[in-house]
């Protein structure tokens, strides 16, 4: 009976020890997060440039596809927008990581003339401010 008792809890104690030593200590992977610095809508005068940045949380090794009215147009962590036509324009940056799948944001541009808010004329009137000179 003595030598049962020793028998079983030693099994216990191995079995313990093994289920233990286990990998699962492993830090689990964060989801991917993507930001584009500066905002969700930005303005810029029309042949300005934007630059445009990345922020990525969770990884650093990651693949960059920034579009433009849904073309590609980049495959960097920045992106220098430039217009030359008015209007508005969507640029959306998506993050990928074969580990922890992609992520993605989205950017507004509005691109105005030269002129936003219009202009101001100054008329002073005549060079002789109604006086009559004789020559």
């Keep these: 009976m003595k ?22 200590n492993k830090e689990p992977l964060l989801p991917l997060s993507v930001l ?14 934007l630059n445009l940045k990345a922020e990525v949380e969770g990884s650093s090794e990651v693949e960059y596809v920034w579009k433009l009215n849904g073309k590609d147009v980049a495959t960097t ?11 508005s324009y969507d640029v959306q940056l998506t993050v990928s990581n074969a580990e922890q799948g992609e992520a993605s944001a989205k950017v507004t541009v509005d691109v105005y003339g030269k002129y936003k808010y219009g202009t101001f004329i100054l008329n002073e009137g005549s060079a002789w401010g109604g006086d009559k000179v004789d020559i």
Aim: glycine share 12%.
């Design 3 to 24: 030598k049962n008792i020793i028998y079983f809890l030693s099994c216990l104690v191995l079995a313990v020890g093994l289920v233990s030593c286990s990998d699962d």
């Design 77 to 87: 962590s920045t992106y220098d927008f430039t217009a030359t036509e008015l209007g």
């Design 36 to 49: 584009i610095e500066g905002g969700e809508t930005q303005e810029i005068v029309q042949g300005g440039t």
